[in-house]
Nanobody, 124 residues
Framework: VQLQASGGGLVQAGGSLRLSCAAS????????MGWFRQGPGKEREFVAA????????SYADSVKGRFTISRDNAKNTVYLQMNSLKPDDTAVYYC??????????????????WGQGTLVTVSS
């Protein structure tokens, strides 16, 4: 499956952005989906994940209550709504696809397909 992330940009602290990740090539609903990010000088870290059905989600503690992951299988797209953004959220955000298991996984090594990343910059 091919993944194309979009929606990044420059936003002030406290603002919001919505990232999108469009999938093509294979049946989108056959995959759990995740968002990861890599900030300047940092390792890639888990942000959020959603099961193939959308019924199960997981979040990193650092974004819980501020970010919401969702998906529209009819549009082959997964979203990441980011509210109350902080400068620490500055990173390249990547979407990724995993096998359709019941509980979305948190480790990047489990994800087989990756998008190219979209840059989010939060100014203070």
């Amino acid at each position: 499956v091919q993944l194309q992330a979009s929606g990044g940009g420059l936003v002030q602290a406290g603002g919001s952005l919505r990232l999108s990740c469009a999938a093509s090539g294979r049946t989108f609903s056959n995959y759990n989906m995740g968002w990861f990010r890599q900030g300047p000088g940092k390792e890639r870290e888990f942000v959020a994940a959603i099961s193939w059905s959308g019924r199960s989600t997981s979040y990193a503690d650092s974004v819980k209550g501020r970010f919401t992951i969702s998906r529209d299988n009819a549009k082959n797209t997964v979203y990441l709504q980011m509210n109350s953004l902080k400068p620490d959220d500055t990173a390249v955000y990547y979407c990724a696809a995993d096998q359709p298991i019941n509980i979305p996984r948190l480790l990047a090594e489990h994800y087989d397909y990756w998008g190219q990343g979209t840059l989010v910059t939060v100014s203070s």
